[in-house]
C-alpha cells in the first residue's frame, strides 16, 4: 500500500503525513478511478452507439491521462486540480443535455462533487468553483424552461437538482470553514509553543553559562591542583548539558536532537584545550532530548579521561568516536590509542563511574571495555520510538 502511495499515486514527490501529500495521492487516485469508470461507460455508449457520449467521455479520459503524466513536474496540485474538476464538471453538464444509457450516475458525480471541491482547493476556491458550478447547472433547467425542451431531465427535476446541489454545497462550505478556522487556531498555537520552548531553552543554556562562570570565577581562586581539576571538569560537564538546549532551539527542534550536530558541539569544545586529535564518524540520527543528553555526557567523560589519562605529555593521541545504526542497535563506540590500563584492577575515578551509570540509563543498553591497544569503550542501546 505504501508502494503504491509512494509510487504509483506519486506521494513521494512530497512530504510524508503532510496535507499536500494527501491532496496529491488523492488527486491522482480521483484521476485513476474517473479514468477506469468513464472508459468502461465509453466502451458501453460505443456499444450502444451514443457516440456524442463516447467521444466527450475519450477526451474527457484524455485530460486526465495527460494531468497524471505531466504532475507533479509541469502541473502543480492546484492545476491539476482544476484540470480534474473541468472535466467532471463538462461531463456532468453534458450528461444532463446528452442522453445517456444509465444518466443516474451524473446524479453521483453531482453529490461527490462538492466534497472533492472543498477538500482539494479549500474554503475561497471552494465557493468559486461552486460558484461557477450553478451558474453552469443554472442555464440548462432555464433553457430547458424557456425553450421548452425536454433533455435528459425535465426542467423541474433539473431545479430540483439545482436546489440539492446548493444545499450539499453550502454544508461542506460550513464544515470546510470551521475545519480550516481549526487549523489556523492550531497552528497559531503550535507557533506560541515553540516560541515558548525556544525562549525556555535559550534561558536554560544562559542560566547554565552563567553558573558554569561562577564555576570558573571560584577555579581560579583554588591553588590545589586536585580541586581546580574538579571544578574543571564540572564545567565542561555543564557545558555538555547546556549545549543540547543550544542545539533545540537552534534548530527549531523541541523534541528531538540531531546528535551528530550536538556531539560536533562537545568535540569542538574539547578541542579548543587540547593538542590530541579527536575523529567523530558518526550517523544522521535523531535522538529524544533525554537518550542524547546522557549520550553526550559519556562522550563528554570519555573523552575528556582520554585526553587526561590516555597519553604521555610530549605525544599527540588519536580519540575516534563513532555512533553507528544498526538494524535493531546503535553502537557507541569511544576509543583511544593511549596506554590504557591494567583492565583487572578496580577502576574508581568519578569519570568511569559516571559513564557505566549513564550508559545504564540508555534502553536495552550494554556496556564494554577494552584495554588491548589503548582504551574502546562500547555501548549497545535502542531506542524507545523503535518499539
Do not use: C
Not at 246 to 272: F, M, Q
Not at 295 to 301: A, H, K, Q
Not at 302 to 320: K, L, P, Q, R, W
Not at 368 to 374: A, S, V
Amino acid at each position: 500500500m505504501n508502494f503504491i502511495e509512494s509510487e504509483i499515486l506519486k506521494g513521494k514527490y512530497f512530504v510524508a503525513n503532510s496535507r499536500d501529500r494527501l491532496r496529491a495521492t488523492m488527486v491522482n487516485l480521483f484521476m485513476f478511478v474517473g479514468a477506469f469508470i468513464i472508459l468502461l461507460y465509453a466502451y458501453d455508449n460505443l456499444e450502444h452507439r451514443y457516440y456524442i457520449m463516447m467521444i466527450v467521455e475519450l477526451l474527457i479520459v484524455l485530460t486526465l491521462t495527460s494531468a497524471y503524466l505531466l504532475f507533479p513536474h509541469y502541473v502543480s496540485i492546484t492545476t491539476a486540480s482544476y484540470m480534474v474538476f473541468g472535466a467532471f464538471t463538462f461531463l456532468l453538464s453534458i450528461s444532463f443535455v446528452v442522453p445517456d444509457r444509465y444518466p443516474e450516475l451524473s446524479l453521483f458525480w453531482l453529490a461527490s462533487l462538492p466534497i472533492f471541491v472543498f477538500f482539494f482547493l479549500g474554503v475561497n476556491r471552494g465557493i468559486r468553483w461552486s460558484g461557477y458550478m450553478f451558474v453552469i447547472l443554472l442555464i440548462i433547467p432555464l433553457t430547458s424552461y424557456i425553450m421548452d425542451i425536454k433533455f435528459v431531465y425535465d426542467w423541474e427535476l433539473l431545479s430540483q437538482i439545482l436546489f440539492g446541489y446548493l444545499v450539499v454545497s453550502y454544508m461542506l462550505y460550513i464544515i470546510e470553514k470551521e475545519r480550516s478556522s481549526y487549523e489556523q487556531r492550531l497552528s497559531v498555537a503550535l507557533e506560541e509553543n515553540e516560541m515558548l520552548f525556544k525562549e525556555v531553552h535559550h534561558r536554560t543554556k544562559n542560566n547554565m553559562q552563567v553558573i558554569m562562570g561562577l564555576l570558573e570565577t571560584q577555579s581560579f581562586k583554588i591553588d590545589n591542583p586536585k580541586y581546580k581539576k574538579m571544578f574543571e571538569a564540572h564545567v565542561d560537564r555543564l557545558k555538555a548539558m547546556s549545549l543540547i538546549h543550544k542545539n533545540l532551539y537552534t534548530n527549531n527542534l523541541y523534541s528531538e536532537v540531531d546528535i551528530g550536530v550536538y556531539l560536533n558541539d562537545i568535540a569542538k569544545s574539547l578541542r579548543s584545550y587540547t593538542h590530541h586529535n579527536i575523529y567523530l564518524d558518526i550517523d544522521n540520527i535523531r535522538v529524544d532530548m533525554k537518550s542524547a543528553m546522557n549520550i553526550g555526557l559519556i562522550f563528554n567523560e570519555a573523552v575528556t579521561n582520554s585526553i587526561e589519562h590516555a597519553f604521555m605529555e610530549d605525544e599527540t593521541g588519536d580519540i575516534e568516536v563513532k555512533l553507528k545504526a544498526t538494524d535493531m542497535h546503535y553502537i557507541l563506540t569511544i576509543s583511544d590509542n593511549g596506554r590504557g590500563f591494567d583492565a583487572t584492577k578496580k577502576y574508581s575515578s568519578l569519570g568511569m563511574t559516571l559513564i557505566e551509570d549513564l550508559s545504564s540509563t540508555l534502553y536495552n543498553s550494554s556496556f564494554e571495555i577494552d584495554t588491548k591497544n589503548g582504551v574502546t569503550i562500547l555501548i549497545s542501546f535502542e531506542l524507545k520510538e523503535d518499539r
